[in-house]
Nanobody, 124 residues
Framework: QGQLVETGGGLVQAGGSLRLSCTASGGSLSNYAMGWFRQEREFVAAVSQNGIYTDYVDSVKGRFIVSRDVAKNMVYLQMNNLKPEDTAVYYC?????????????????????WGQGTQVTVSS
């Protein structure tokens, strides 16, 4: 599977947007359900292995979009209308799945691999 690497964090004003990216160095994400978490492993969003099914914490619904691009081996978190309370270190996580299993998970303990995180800071 390799190592998960997040990029795309930064400083943005309230109301702005950022897109976080996650990839696996030296491995494929194609057989993994993916999740995004933020500081203290708070669940943010999850996407199934096939990319069709998604889940979000209520506080980001309508503002964040999780997606994946199998060909590019990437998972994204598009964050729009950012608020100061979104400030955190954001982590992507991967859970290995059986082929054709398309569940997604909110529980951080279910995930097998974690990235090092990327800082998102939203100024008011």
């Amino acid at each position: 599977q390799g190592q998960l690497v997040e990029t795309g964090g930064g400083l943005v004003q309230a109301g702005g947007s950022l897109r976080l990216s996650c990839t696996a160095s030296g491995g494929s994400l194609s057989n993994y359900a993916m999740g995004w978490f933020r500081q203290e492993r708070e669940f943010v969003a999850a996407v199934s292995q096939n990319g069709i099914y998604t889940d979000y914490v209520d506080s980001v619904k309508g503002r964040f979009i999780v997606s994946r691009d199998v060909a590019k081996n990437m998972v994204y978190l598009q964050m729009n209308n950012l608020k100061p309370e979104d400030t955190a270190v954001y982590y992507c996580a991967a859970k290995i799945m059986p082929t054709y299993a398309n569940s997604y998970y909110r529980d951080q303990w279910r995930y097998d691999y974690w990235g090092q995180g990327t800082q998102v800071t939203v100024s008011s």
